[in-house]
């Protein structure tokens, strides 16, 4: 017994002094709620560091690499894909966590959990399911997230799904605004839907914003669907910063100068984002993770003014590449591609493999078919649209 003790003992110790740098603010693996399914603690990882490797080995994450970003994965290797932009959202993630004193074990797994339950063809493939399953519960990504790791993944034998932590399990629920919206389902009671999440689950939507904004005019430019006039026309912080670029690299060739911009722009983005909400904590006296809890509002935000940059920026893409006529086209053309495997396994379930055929045994027939094809890549459901209608 002595000796059982002095293991425990020595792990709390660890995890204390890897916890000792955190913010008041911060949540500590120590206070989590823990799993649904109980386990003995790991000896050199807290229950965080092992949610973060557990959605790193899981299979979504894998598929993640063949998933759209805004150009499907076909087009070309250099443009970012869900993965990529998962990797880039951890990374801003982890400054901002990082700066602001938070749990940077929790924001990084939050932030590489945040897409997992994405289907393929970005926005318009969740809309697209979002259509074909009005009338059996409609479709959302992060919803289906949680989905993922409560179920779908299947790499353990003592229970179902991944088995994450509570706060984990939070943070993947209330990742957007759209958490509100489920407030009347009897299954997310336990989240708490009327308070916000802890400060390591509030940055990462607007930590994925950040990177999206940013890649999405890198690859905008890259595709020459984006001109860098209107860039710069369009979006007056980033003409601001190229401007400075111009004076301070007046013989840099262009792309390199288009660069060097992306890169003080989304510097300015997160330093105003972590200075802001340093602000915000101190203004409210907000002194533990149960304050945060408790407080009406998000605490993580920009300034008012950088807030008003970045829709401007947000705007900006949304009607010169997100509304392409080139992105349109594509678009179209993979809604058509779920919208006609959908019908065919509706016809015929036989056609989905067979795990999925023995989970319409135990569910209802249209969840099965929007698990199965929320789960494609890209390039498997082109494949499979290409086998089933060959003409």
């Not at 940013?214 to 890259?222: F, N, Q, V």
């Amino acid at each position: 017994m002595r000796g059982g003790w002095s293991r425990i003992s020595g792990m709390m110790e660890r995890a204390q002094r890897a916890e000792d740098g955190l913010a008041a603010y911060a949540l500590r693996a120590q206070d989590s709620r823990g799993r649904r399914f109980p386990e003995e603690e790991h000896p050199y990882r807290s229950p965080f560091q092992r949610d973060r490797d557990r959605i790193i080995h899981s299979r979504a994450f894998r598929r993640l690499e063949y998933k759209t970003q805004v150009f499907v994965n076909h087009e070309g290797d250099h443009y970012r894909t869900r993965l990529t932009h998962t990797i880039e959202v951890a990374q801003i993630t982890r400054t901002i966590a990082r700066a602001l004193g938070l749990n940077v074990d929790l924001a990084e797994t939050l932030a590489l959990s945040h897409d997992l339950g994405h289907p393929p063809f970005g926005h318009a493939g969740e809309d697209t399911l979002n259509e074909l399953m009005a009338g059996h519960g409609g479709f959302e990504h992060n919803l289906q997230t949680l989905r993922l790791v409560e179920k779908l993944e299947r790499r353990y034998a003592d229970f179902p799904g991944l088995n994450l932590t509570y706060e984990v399990r939070e943070g993947i629920v209330k990742h957007s605004e759209k958490y509100k919206g489920y407030l009347n389902r009897p299954d997310m009671q336990e989240y708490e839907l009327e308070l916000p999440g802890p400060l390591e689950a509030q940055l990462i939507d607007l930590a994925d914003e950040i990177a999206y904004n940013h890649h999405d005019l890198d690859d905008g430019l890259e595709s020459r669907l984006l001109g860098l006039g209107e860039l710069r026309a369009g979006v007056p912080l980033f003409g601001e910063i190229f401007s400075q670029v111009e004076q301070l690299y007046p013989r840099a060739e262009v792309k390199l100068a288009f660069n060097e911009a992306l890169r003080r722009l989304i510097n300015r983005l997160v330093t105003d984002l972590i200075e802001h909400s340093l602000q915000t904590l101190d203004r409210h006296g907000i002194r533990s993770a149960e304050e945060v809890r408790r407080y009406p509002e998000p605490l993580i935000s920009f300034s008012a003014q950088v807030a008003e940059q970045n829709s401007e920026l947000k705007a900006f893409l949304k009607q010169h590449l997100y509304r392409h006529d080139q992105i349109l086209r594509m678009l179209e053309k993979c809604r058509k591609i779920l919208e006609a495997l959908f019908q065919a396994y509706s016809r015929n379930p036989g056609l989905l493999s067979p795990y999925f055929q023995r989970q319409i045994q135990v569910e209802e027939k249209e969840r099965v078919i929007c698990d199965y094809i929320a789960g494609m890549t890209d390039r498997y459901a082109m494949d499979e649209y290409s086998r089933l209608f060959p003409s």
